[in-house]
C-alpha cells in the first residue's frame, strides 16, 4: 500500500518563510505533488517534483529527496491568503484506479497578522 | 490550465432520493476521470475512476450500487448517489486527467451535498 505523513497544522507569522514535510510509502514512485486547498474549494496543483532536487515557482518551492523518501513545499514571503490545506500526494500504483492520486491527510496552514 | 467543471456546486435532498452530480471536462478530452470524496478537514479518498466507454473501477469499501458512475463520453461523467441518506453527506470532487500527453489531473470545484 502506499502512505504519506505531514503535519496537521502549522501556524506562521505574515512576511515568513513555512515549510511543510512530507514523507511516503509506496512500492512504485512516480513523483510528489503538492496542493492547496481553501475551504469550501478544489484543490489547486502548485508543484511537482519527479527528480531529486528543487523545484521553484514563483514563492513555492518544492523538494524531493527520493533515497529518503521525502519532500517538502516551501512557501516564502507568506500572505494572509496562502492560509489553506496544503496536500502532498503521490500517484496511485494501482492500476485499476487507473493511477489516481493517492493524498496525504493534509496540513493545515494558518498565517497570521 | 484546463477547466473541469461540477454541476451543482451544492445540493440539499430529502433521505431516499437520488442525486446526479456532472463533471465536465470543458477544453480537454479525459479517457479518466476520477471521483473523490472529502469529509471536513479531512484528505480527498479516491471513491471510484470513471473510463470513457467502459464499467467503473471501485475502490475497497465503495458501493457500486449505491454510488453509480456513467462515463458515456470523453467529456462527461456522472456520480449519482441513490438513496441518499445522512451519512452520504459530504463533498464530492472530481478530476479528469487530460489524455492528450502530459497526463495531468485537473480537479473540479467540487459538490456539496447535505442528506436531510
Known amino acids: 500500500g502506499q502512505s504519506l505523513e505531514q503535519p496537521s497544522e502549522v501556524t506562521a507569522v505574515e512576511g515568513a518563510i513555512v515549510q511543510i514535510n512530507c514523507t511516503y510509502q509506496t512500492s512504485g514512485f512516480y513523483g510528489l505533488s503538492w496542493y492547496q486547498q481553501h475551504d469550501g474549494g478544489a484543490p489547486t496543483f502548485l508543484s511537482y517534483?519527479?527528480?531529486?532536487g528543487l523545484e521553484e515557482t514563483g514563492r513555492f518551492s518544492s523538494f524531493l529527496s527520493r533515497s529518503d523518501s521525502y519532500g517538502y513545499l516551501l512557501l516564502q514571503e507568506l500572505q494572509m491568503k496562502d492560509s489553506a490545506s496544503y496536500f502532498c500526494a503521490v500517484r496511485s500504483t494501482n492500476s485499476n484506479s487507473g493511477y489516481a492520486l493517492n493524498f496525504g491527510k493534509g496540513t493545515s496552514l494558518l498565517v497570521t497578522p | 490550465g484546463a477547466v473541469v467543471s461540477q454541476h451543482p456546486s451544492r445540493v440539499i435532498c430529502k433521505s431516499g432520493t437520488s442525486v446526479k452530480i456532472e463533471c465536465r471536462s470543458l477544453d480537454f478530452q479525459a479517457t479518466t476521470m476520477f471521483w473523490y470524496r472529502q469529509f471536513p478537514k479531512k484528505s480527498l479518498m479516491l471513491m471510484a475512476t470513471s473510463n470513457e466507454g467502459s464499467k467503473a473501477t471501485y475502490e475497497q469499501g465503495v458501493e457500486k450500487d449505491k454510488f453509480l458512475i456513467n462515463h458515456a463520453s470523453l467529456t462527461l461523467s456522472t456520480l449519482t448517489v441513490t438513496s441518499a441518506h445522512p451519512e452520504d453527506s459530504s463533498f464530492y470532487i472530481c478530476?479528469?486527467?487530460?489524455?492528450?500527453?502530459?497526463?495531468?489531473?485537473?480537479f473540479g470545484p467540487g459538490t456539496r451535498l447535505t442528506v436531510l
Open positions: 478530476s479528469a486527467r487530460d489524455s492528450s500527453g502530459l497526463n495531468e489531473q485537473f
Open positions: 517534483n519527479g527528480l531529486d
